[in-house]
């Protein structure tokens, strides 16, 4: 079946300007989560999104980040006013139905964003 | 505090030489899962094994074994007679069931890189 899947997968923005990250989970997947991976780093988690719940957005590193997820499935992650240090790999991960914590999550290929 | 600990950060073995990499975790739940995956270098991260607290028998699947210690709060990777296609960052994860189960409760930690020198 499908996995998740992400777009674009490049993108080059120049500093200032916002961009669209788009996630598109692995359907019937009610649990979503962003990451941020900087070039030879860990896994740095951004934002999880659960079913109908309040996101958990304690790992956004600015208010210049935000994410929304539309009817429980596609998630997008917005950056606004760019800045060099933001280019990273963005990967986005979904989790199978339920809240069960033995679930693993599925990764998409990741967004790599390159701000000049 | 790190609730998943990997203190190797690059690891080299000739091929053929066994390699195990070190995962120590840390949580108060009396339930929780443990998970490996690996990151090759087309970079998507893909799931190698999940283990539960409840079950601490080693597992093996070909040449890659797992060694899960509740007493010592680790969770071994082990690869046997390695290969150049082994060559990855590995990432060790903890799974926690809250009760009230709110916010994120899967911590990765940092990630080994391992590369096998042919």
């Known amino acids: 079946g499908a996995g998740v899947s992400q777009s674009p997968s490049n993108k080059v923005t120049e500093k200032g300007k916002d961009v669209e990250l788009r996630c598109d989970p692995i359907s019937g997947h009610t649990a979503l989560y962003w990451y941020r991976q900087s070039l030879g780093q860990g896994l740095e988690f951004l934002i999880y999104f659960q079913g109908n719940s309040a996101p958990d957005k304690s790992g956004l590193p600015s208010d210049r980040f935000s994410a929304e997820r539309t009817g429980g499935s596609v998630s997008t992650l917005t950056i606004q006013r760019t800045q060099q240090e933001d280019s990273a790999v963005y990967l986005c991960?979904?989790?199978?139905?339920?809240?069960?914590?033995?679930?693993?999550?599925?990764f998409g290929p990741g967004t790599r964003l390159t701000v000049t | 505090a790190q609730k998943v600990t990997q203190a190797q950060t690059e690891i080299s073995v000739v091929e053929k030489e066994d390699v195990t990499l070190d995962c120590v975790y840390e949580?108060?739940?009396?339930?929780?899962?443990l998970f490996w995956y690996k990151q090759p270098p087309s970079g998507e991260l893909v799931f190698l094994i999940r283990r539960n607290s409840f079950d601490e028998q080693n597992e093996i699947s070909g040449r890659y074994s797992w060694n899960f210690q509740k007493s010592t709060s680790s969770f071994n990777f082990t690869i046997t007679a390695s290969q150049v296609v082994d060559s990855a960052v590995y990432f060790c994860a903890l799974s926690e069931a809250r009760s009230h189960n709110t916010g994120n409760q899967f911590y990765f930690g940092t990630g080994t890189s391992l590369t096998v020198i042919p």
């Open positions: 991960a979904s989790r199978s139905p339920g809240q069960g914590a033995m679930y693993e999550q599925y």
């Open positions: 949580t108060r739940d009396t339930t929780y899962y």
